[in-house]
């Protein structure tokens, strides 16, 4: 995990300097840009009868359409590197390699990097289907913990929710709709932070659920499952926040993970 960490630390880096460096350029192109097209027009005010050769110029370039989509055009990929480096800083604040130590985080936006993270995924390429994120946030503090190892089991956690809907749509009798991921938090009162993801997918089995935090045990076909993300994640709630991680599920109904973690890890 320590050297993944390291990896994704040091591809986030290499891609943010020449974003940074793009976008901060566009600026003065798009700047650059629209005082030439105000020069144009002046000249087409002050001049509206120009020669054949800039007529026949003016025709062939169509410069009315021009001075609109070439604005667009720069918008567009300000948009674009803006994406790139929220999706950069998303990396950055869901793996925090460099932080093996306990960190002082707010919860929220390790939720949020990781939805940005998975959000490719929420769109079925093969159906049309698309996860609707529905967020209930809480009043939460800041909490003290080991701030990757926390995202990395909302990461685990979401990604099989994605994948149980997606399974869901796919069987014959479903009747699932609307797609549905929601999240929830809230602090209770002995400074306990709650954080509830549910989905409504195909639902688990009784006589699985005991099982789900197992090492190695998965529900998904060869190939597609470790077994290890529930496992890893049950460890790192449980041993090394002290907190509990909890699974409530129906058949046909969806499945709820419930963490719950104290607000300051004790040593």
Request: aromatic residues 8%; proline residues 3%; charged residues 20%.
């Amino acid at each position: 995990m320590a050297v993944l960490g390291q990896l994704v630390a040091g591809i986030a880096h290499e891609i943010n300097n020449p974003v940074n460096f793009i976008a901060g350029n566009l600026v003065y192109a798009i700047n650059y840009t629209q005082d030439l097209l105000q020069l144009i027009s002046l000249y087409q005010h002050h001049y509206p009868a120009p020669v054949a050769e800039i007529k026949a110029a003016i025709a062939e370039m169509e410069l009315e359409f021009l001075t609109v989509d070439y604005l667009k055009l720069l918008d567009s990929m300000k948009f674009g590197t803006e994406r790139i480096q929220e999706i950069v800083l998303s990396l950055r604040n869901f793996s925090r390699l460099d932080e093996s130590d306990k960190k002082i985080v707010d919860i929220h936006e390790g939720i949020d990097s990781t939805l940005i993270i998975l959000q490719s995924r929420l769109l079925n390429q093969e159906t049309g289907q698309l996860i609707t994120i529905e967020k209930e946030y809480g009043n939460l503090p800041l909490v003290e913990c080991y701030a990757g190892l926390i995202n990395q089991v909302f990461m685990n956690i979401l990604s099989n929710a994605i994948d149980a809907i997606f399974e869901s749509f796919e069987s014959a009798s479903s009747t699932l709709k609307s797609p549905i991921i929601r999240i929830r938090t809230e602090v209770t009162d002995n400074r306990q932070v709650v954080i509830r993801i549910a989905d409504n997918g195909t639902g688990i089995p009784k006589d699985i659920q005991k099982r789900l935090f197992d090492p190695f045990f998965t529900t998904k076909p060869v190939g597609k499952g470790t077994g290890l993300g529930l496992s890893i994640s049950y460890q790192i709630v449980v041993e090394k926040h002290c907190g509990q991680l909890q699974c409530i599920s129906t058949i046909k109904e969806g499945t709820e993970f419930i963490i719950t973690i104290s607000v300051e890890l004790n040593s």
